[in-house]
Structures are given as C-alpha cells and as structure tokens.
C-alpha cells in the first residue's frame, strides 16, 4: 500500500528566505505528484502538478522536482514572504480504473515571519 | 466561474442522527470523491465515484453512505453508525481517467457532534 510522508511536520522561516519541502513515497509506480497547498479551515488549492515522466515543474517562485528511482519529491519556494504561511501537502494517485485515488501525507505547516 | 461548492460550512450532529453533507460541481468532471481530514493528518478517501450511478468505498467507508445521481452532485450522509464523525470533510472532482489534471477541491464542511 503506497505510503506518503512529509518532512517536516512544521518549519518556521524569516521572510525572503529560500526553503525546501520534502515529500517520500514507498511505491514509484505513480502516475504523477501533486502539490496543494491548504488555508486554515480552507479547502486544497493544487500549485503543481509534475507527471511522472517530468523531473521539474515551475510556476512562478515554485518549483517541484520529482524522482521516481528514490520516492522524493521536494518542492522548492523561493524568496519567502509571509503570504505563503500554509500547511503544504504532497499527494500521489494511485489508479483504479478511471478514477484517480489520491493517498496524502500529513503535510508541512509553514510559517514565514515578517 | 467554475468550481466545487460544499455547503453547509459548519455542521452539528445529535446522537443517534443522520447528517448530509452537499457537494456540487460545475467543471463537467466525470470522477468525484470525498475526504476526511483529522488534525494533524493527511486526507483520507471515504468513497468516490467514477461516473453517474456508480460509486466504490474508499480507505474509511464504513458510517458513511453516498449517492450520484446526477453528474454535478455527490452527497455525502453521515450515519449514526459512524461513532467518531468530528472532522473536516472535503468533496473533489477530477477528469477521472488516467490523465494529468489536477484533483479540485472544495472549501470543505466542518462537522461537530453536539
């Protein structure tokens, strides 16, 4: 059964500071990764979504990388500013047929402080 | 403009009663789904349904019911036989097949037991 784990669980940086989220999953068969992000007491909002085929994903001063091989994800933030202070989740779909069930870790709650 | 909406917000439920939760979408999305999300932890899949009158249990099914009559909506009722129903629960949709879109979510509906 695929296993999702997010290093680590919370993370506390100062503003402009550039950081790095870890996510590891036990089964590499994956079809793709997703990132979301989660407000508190909001919905997901995904950021990226990197097919497996890819290495990197960009959007703006997000960047996720993927390597299948070793079960890693990192998603990378660039010149944090207090705005990006949310739990940050990593999903991986495991197919059954046409629909895609998501397994998720915990999460990373981040804070960037002023 | 599209999305996912889940009402109510909150939600409080008496011993011994069923509750339902709404989600309706209007991305013309084939597969839907429903979480559970506890403090601290990842999503979990409670069931999830890949077309209009067919669902399949999730991760944690059991108290929980669903039906999917209509393509934009995807009803969760809580049951009295679910004991522990306090969480976060949040609807999704997705294209449903094999692709590389990402899962949408919506803003979620807290559940409390009075």
């Known amino acids: 059964k695929q296993e999702v784990t997010q290093i680590p669980a919370a993370l506390s940086v100062p503003e402009g500071e550039n950081l790095v989220l870890n996510c590891s999953f036990t089964?590499?068969?994956?079809?793709?990764l997703q990132w979301f992000r989660q407000d508190p007491g909001k919905g997901l909002t995904s950021l990226l979504l990197?097919?497996?085929?890819?290495r990197e994903q960009t959007s703006g001063r997000l960047n996720a990388s993927l390597d299948k091989s070793s079960g890693r994800s990192t998603l990378y933030i660039a010149a944090s500013q207090p705005g990006d202070s949310a739990t940050y989740l990593c999903?991986?779909?495991?197919?059954?047929?046409?629909?895609?069930?998501?397994?998720f870790g915990s999460g990373t709650q981040l804070t960037v402080l002023p | 403009d599209g999305g996912i909406t889940q009402s109510p917000k909150y939600l409080f439920r008496k011993e011994g009663q069923n509750v339902t939760l709404s989600c309706e979408q209007n991305?013309?999305?084939?597969?839907m789904y429903w979480y559970r999300q506890d403090p601290g932890q990842g999503l979990r899949l409670i069931y999830y349904s890949q077309i209009v009158n067919d669902f399949q249990k999730g991760d944690i099914a059991e108290g929980y019911s669903v039906s999917r009559e209509k393509k934009e909506s995807f009803p969760l009722t809580v049951t009295s036989a679910q004991k522990n129903p306090t969480a976060f629960y949040l609807c999704a949709s997705d294209m449903g097949q094999i692709s590389n879109q990402p899962q949408h979510f919506g803003d979620g509906t807290r559940l409390s037991i009075l």
């Open positions: 089964d590499s068969a994956i079809y793709n």
């Open positions: 991305l013309n999305h084939d597969a």
């Open positions: 990197i097919q497996s085929s890819q």
């Open positions: 999903a991986v779909p495991i197919s059954s047929g046409s629909a895609r069930q998501l397994t």
